[in-house]
Nanobody, 124 residues
Framework: QVILVESGGGLVHAGGSLRLSCTATGTAARHIFRISDMSWYRQSPGDQRRRITHITADGRTDYTDSVRGRFTISRDSAKNTVILQMNDLNPEDTGVYSC??????????????WGQGTQVTVSS
């Protein structure tokens, strides 16, 4: 099994930066992290949780339009960690950020792993 542990949230002024980390821990963490596609989701106040960025096991990335050019996702396989670097933050970026692992050990199996979420608040 694996547990995803997030860190790095907090309060920042508009225009500032934050760096979120999500580390996979547990007995199977290294294997699961290595082959999983990883994503960051954001749930803004009054809205549903939405995926904002994604990185595949082989490092391909994509971003939702609202964060492209400001946010960067990366992964460090040696540390079983996915990073979200967030720059030029604005109040619309406020929300709970959650890490997600899409683990598919075989073509017939799929497992979801979620972190507990970390609050990001951007003041104007």
């Amino acid at each position: 099994q694996v547990i995803l542990v997030e860190s790095g949230g907090g309060l920042v002024h508009a225009g500032g930066s934050l760096r979120l980390s999500c580390t996979a821990t547990g007995t199977a963490a290294r294997h699961i992290f290595r082959i999983s596609d990883m994503s960051w989701y954001r749930q803004s106040p009054g809205d549903q949780r939405r995926r904002i960025t994604h990185i595949t096991a082989d490092g391909r990335t994509d971003y939702t339009d609202s964060v492209r050019g400001r946010f960067t996702i990366s992964r460090d396989s040696a540390k079983n960690t996915v990073i979200l670097q967030m720059n030029d933050l604005n109040p619309e970026d406020t929300g709970v950020y959650s890490c997600y692992a899409d683990y598919r050990p075989t073509v017939d199996e799929q497992y979801d792993y979620w972190g507990q979420g970390t609050q990001v608040t951007v003041s104007s």
